[in-house]
């Protein structure tokens, strides 16, 4: 045993240090990313010598927003500093000689930078090690079955980096260019002023006698002529270069646009979009290192671009030459503030969002981010940024740019929070972390909307300067719809509105619009997707599931899938309207059901021992042609969160004649009191769960382990289910037949041992003309059991004790 587990962790360390040695193998673009984690703050030899010690640690287990776990992050940057020390004294020879006064220094360093803040050190090693994995992950999925999708990615970001390329040889162009130009009108000014002096020379000439006068003005009136007409030349040189300079910033700047387009409108939006299906269960919308790349990418491009159109700016000034020149630098200038500006205000973004299904005075929490605030050097005076709630109303106010007057619809406790800039990962961010929704103030609502459809966000906003203020900006945000919620029996319609509007919210919408109605094959995707996320489970709904649950939402008795794809669902059916005979919603059955799998039968789910979207009629044609004690689970149709149990045995009215049993739904009270598991091994007369799978192969291994037996004079009760039709009242206990309440014996010699059956006996049938069962009066039994073992066991059995 001791050998196996040795050789899984073993394995495991082969595992984790594989991704250093596959890191080492990127090539390109790649390479060059996981090249660029490395620095002074974490030296890329650190990684390699200690590559198997940094990826068996716990790093993940350390909450960097928690400052009481700075002592772990300390612990592990002492431990990694004293596997550096260890590493340089065993290394000998000429070349040990020098990698050992390397590693020494390497740990010297790591202990100066982070001894006061190891919480960066763990940062800064998540960051790593998160990036090499997904920089890894990348390039060997190009060989797998989705190589395709990621061929295609590449291939994206291959023409972004091309571009950048393309911009960085422009920039350098115009850079090479403004120097020409600048050199050359130093020179220009230089003969200008040698023109001057001529001119100076030529006026004092009025002053000499006529003689002399005429022996040396022909000299300095030729000179005169010859700078003058280079003058002119060279001023048209001079203008044609402004305007070649100007010709090509405005190329330029059309490949930022484009850029920057492709980065801001594409890739932020799919990321934005991915996080907000992340929100319904979606896969993890993924980081936002590579945009950040590509938006400090910009901002120095832009940047370069902006300070080369003041300098040629004040070439101008400094050397006005009449022309068309002014105009097109006032261009020029104002489509690269432009440019700047968009930049910046569309990369302030909510990194986390807080909960869409948000409850008054509960705590919460969300963090902003900036994408380009290292770059611009926001981080140097760091600004604070308020978080304020809005109505629909006031989003849609906002958008339009109206006056709002400051107006919110609550009042946010801790809603103000400075940006913090954390060097190691160059990211600057703002963390509220305590806030808390005191109090909500409703709109009036239309027609038949609840207060669970009004739709709230969290506005983030800020202020700071860029370029020794030079740009001031104010920056907004808007979180998701947010549905506030005063009780915790609000949840589930609350979260109706959240996924429909998270599912099918168009981008750039106006705020919060949704379709009324969608397709019923794209809600099916939002409701499988919901379901998985849910439960944490890989097996989602299947083409039959869908089918049950299509005939519940349309009243539908087809079993053909293709009867569906073109039909579609209101919101109003989906969570406004009942279903037809019940007083529950189809969503409001359908989160039962989630929730009761999630909360109780989760294993029972992935192990596909639950049907589950099976109706009673379907439920019985199944089992008829299956043998006595075959049985099936599936979800109460009746019940929100209940699932029952069907089996197929003798009709005791009617010999000879079969039937199906329909056992009472349990919900998740009853799972509180005995497991799903427990409850079907109690049930002698369930055998094989259907098709034909014996019932223990299946449950077995969750049934309870029984109880020890009694010490010192007690007994330990025990709850047991019976269904009174299918079992006899207190059997003996010898015979091997199950009893209502197992019992240790007791130590001390008695007679005749007590049997005490807590089931009243039941003359008439408890099972209805459908096969029904109630359990109402069982279960109040159970409870009674219950509510006996929370008793000193002592009062219980005073009266029994000898």
Request: glycine share 4%; charged share 25%; aromatic share 8%.
């Amino acid at each position: 045993m001791f050998f196996m587990r040795k050789c899984r962790l073993t394995s495991l360390r082969v595992l984790k240090m594989a991704v250093w040695i596959q890191a080492q193998q990127l090539q390109g673009d790649a390479l060059h990313q996981m090249q660029s984690l490395y620095g002074q703050h974490f030296p890329i030899e650190v990684r390699h010598y200690l590559s198997q010690w940094i990826e068996s640690q716990l790093w993940d287990a350390i909450d960097l927003e928690n400052p009481q776990e700075e002592f772990k992050a300390k612990r592990l940057l002492d431990s990694l500093i004293q596997e550096l020390q260890n590493k340089a004294e065993h290394q000998v020879g000429e070349d040990g000689f020098l990698l050992k006064i390397k590693l020494g220094h390497y740990a010297n360093q790591l202990k100066s930078t982070y001894d006061r803040c190891p919480l960066e050190l763990v940062r800064c090693i998540k960051h790593i090690l998160y990036t090499e994995q997904r920089l890894v992950r990348e390039a060997t999925n190009s060989n797998s079955p989705v190589g395709g999708m990621m061929d295609s990615m590449s291939q994206k970001y291959q023409q972004i980096n091309q571009a950048f390329e393309e911009l960085r040889l422009l920039t350098q162009d115009t850079e090479n260019d403004l120097r020409k130009l600048q050199h050359n009108q130093e020179y220009f000014i230089i003969q200008y002023q040698e023109s001057m002096r001529i001119q100076a020379q030529l006026a004092s000439l009025a002053t000499l006698p006529p003689a002399d006068r005429q022996l040396r003005e022909p000299a300095l009136l030729s000179k005169k002529n010859t700078v003058e007409a280079w003058l002119t030349r060279e001023a048209n040189t001079l203008q044609k270069y402004r305007l070649d300079l100007a010709e090509k910033h405005q190329k330029t700047l059309q490949l930022l646009r484009k850029q920057q387009t492709i980065i801001l409108d594409d890739e932020l939006i799919q990321w934005k979009r991915r996080q907000q299906l992340a929100g319904n269960g979606g896969p993890p919308e993924g980081g936002l290192d590579i945009l950040q790349s590509w938006c400090e990418k910009l901002a120095e491009m832009i940047w370069q671009n902006r300070q080369q159109i003041r300098r040629a700016e004040h070439l101008r000034q400094q050397l006005p030459i009449p022309g068309p020149i002014e105009e097109l630098l006032n261009e020029l200038n104002s489509t690269i503030t432009d440019i700047i500006s968009t930049l910046v205000t569309s990369t302030f973004i909510i990194e986390k969002q807080p909960p869409q299904v948000l409850k008054t005075q509960t705590k919460f929490a969300a963090t902003v981010r900036l994408l380009v605030g290292g770059k611009l050097n926001v981080h140097m005076n760091p600004p604070q940024v308020k978080a304020t709630i809005i109505s629909e109303q006031q989003a849609k106010a906002l958008l339009k740019n109206e006056n709002t007057r400051n107006d919110s619809s609550g009042e946010i406790l801790n809603n103000n929070c400075v940006m913090e800039y954390h060097q190691t990962t160059g990211t600057l961010s703002a963390h509220f972390r305590n806030m808390s929704l005191k109090r909500i103030k409703r709109s009036d609502r239309r027609g038949a909307e609840s207060v669970t459809e009004e739709k709230f966000t969290i506005l983030f906003e800020s202020q700071f300067s860029v370029g020794s203020n030079e740009l001031v900006f104010q920056v907004k945000t808007l979180s998701l719809p947010v549905v506030v919620i005063v009780h915790g029996s609000q949840d589930n319609n609350a979260t109706a509105t959240v996924l429909w509007d998270n599912a099918f919210a168009e981008p750039g919408r106006v705020p919060f619009l949704v379709p009324d109605k969608v397709l019923w094959p794209q809600l099916c995707e939002v409701i499988n997707m919901k379901y998985k996320a849910e439960v944490q489970s890989n097996r989602g709904l299947s083409e039959e599931n869908l089918v049950f649950l299509a005939q519940k939402a349309f009243s539908s008795s087809s079993n053909n899938p293709d009867d569906y794809r073109s039909m579609t669902m209101t919101w109003s059916q989906f969570n406004r309207e009942s279903l037809p005979g019940r007083n529950f919603t189809f969503w409001q059955w359908f989160d039962g059901v989630m929730e009761l799998t999630k909360k109780h039968l989760k294993p029972h789910w992935n192990d596909g021992a639950i049907l589950g979207f099976v109706n009673k009629q379907q439920a019985q044609d199944m089992l008829m042609s299956k043998p006595n004690g075959t049985f099936l689970l599936r979800f109460s149709d009746s019940e929100i969160g209940g699932i029952t149990i069907a089996w197929v045995a003798e009709n005791p009215n009617k010999a000879g004649e079969r039937m199906v049993w329909n056992l009472m739904p349990y919900t998740t009270k009853d799972f509180t009191i005995r497991s799903l598991a427990d409850r079907i091994s109690d049930l002698n007369h369930l055998l094989f769960l259907y098709p034909d799978r014996p019932k223990d192969e299946v449950f077995s291994k969750y049934y309870t382990p029984p109880l020890s037996k009694a010490v010192d004079g007690y007994v330990k009760p025990q709850i047991k289910q019976v269904v009174p039709e299918f079992a006899t009242a207190n059997p003996d206990p010898a015979s091997g037949n199950p009893t209502y309440m197992d019992q240790g014996a007791s130590p001390a010699p008695v007679s005749h041992p007590h049997t005490y059956g807590i089931y009243p006996a039941m003359g008439d049938s408890m099972l209805d003309a459908d096969g029904d069962f109630d359990l109402d009066d069982t279960m109040d039994v159970a409870r009674h059991v219950e509510e006996l073992l929370r008793r000193p066991v002592e009062s219980q059995w005073s009266g029994q004790q000898s």
